[in-house]
């Protein structure tokens, strides 16, 4: 996946590559043990939910959908081009396997609490998984969501936080302090976990203590995972601007390398 995103970058020269690699394992646990979709049938009707909230972090799903045999792995290429299916930021009406258009950062819990309540409402035992993003938490409407989904006892419904410590402005903490993440989520009411976002055996411990629980109607669900901007090459991991990141010409084959190196360590 991370090699996907590399190769995505590239076309434009730049990117939201340092979430990217990020949230790979994130995305890679929750696709390969948690979902449940079908490949060739987006719009199953048993599927379970995934709302990327943060629309700016398509270029992660995309490598996700490309490993799950959602889209080609030979379309990513088109990543960002004119009549793409794969557009810079998420749109669930061009790209297979998108639920929502996210993007105005904050709206994509509220999004979830709705579908999650839907769905409970027609009998589905489908869940809802909603990406967020360590920014979104200074927005007043995800706690509203939050209130609500505990109100409505929706043990259907799990959020998943990327607390990479760093948004658009500068650091998570000077922008708006969101600490003590853990505690706030459990005051209003959510079964709350905390790991380490690119450490595999942790996220598939907690999904699966969130499994154990889930269910139409109980206690909401969410797993802040502590991630590393550019995780997995350490020429990106050091960025001092890394939100969106400008990345030369001669260094994409000097990222590549670094992640292969890395990954046979």
Not at 12 to 18: E, F, M, P, R
Request: one cysteine or more; aromatic letters at 8%.
């Amino acid at each position: 996946m991370r090699h996907h995103v590399l190769n995505m970058g590239e076309v434009q020269g730049q990117g939201y590559v340092g979430q990217a690699l990020g949230v790979a394992d994130m995305l890679a646990v929750t696709y390969v043990d948690q979902l449940r979709y079908r490949t060739d049938d987006p719009h199953w009707v048993e599927r379970d939910r995934f709302l990327l909230s943060t629309g700016h972090y398509a270029i992660a799903l995309y490598s996700a959908f490309a490993e799950a045999g959602i889209v080609p792995v030979e379309e990513l290429k088109t990543y960002g081009s004119d009549d793409s299916r794969l557009p810079m930021s998420g749109m669930a009406s061009y790209t297979p396997g998108m639920e929502i258009s996210g993007g105005s950062l904050g709206h994509g819990l509220t999004v979830a609490v709705g579908m999650a309540l839907g769905l409970r409402l027609q009998g589905s035992d489908s869940r809802v998984f909603n990406f967020l993003s360590d920014g979104e938490l200074n927005e007043g409407s995800t706690w509203e969501a939050a209130m609500g989904a505990k109100h409505h006892g929706l043990g259907n419904l799990i959020a998943m936080v990327d607390m990479n410590a760093l948004q658009a402005d500068g650091k998570t903490e000077g922008i708006m302090s969101i600490e003590p993440a853990h505690e706030k989520w459990e005051a209003a009411g959510w079964f709350t976990q905390r790991v380490g976002g690119n450490d595999v055996d942790a996220l598939l411990a907690a999904f699966d203590a969130v499994a154990a629980r889930a269910e139409p109607t109980g206690t909401p669900a969410v797993i802040l995972c502590d991630t590393r901007i550019g995780a997995g090459v350490p020429l990106l991991e050091t960025r001092e601007k890394a939100h969106f990141m400008r990345i030369e010409a001669d260094e994409w084959e000097l990222c590549r390398q670094q992640l292969t190196e890395g990954a046979t360590k």
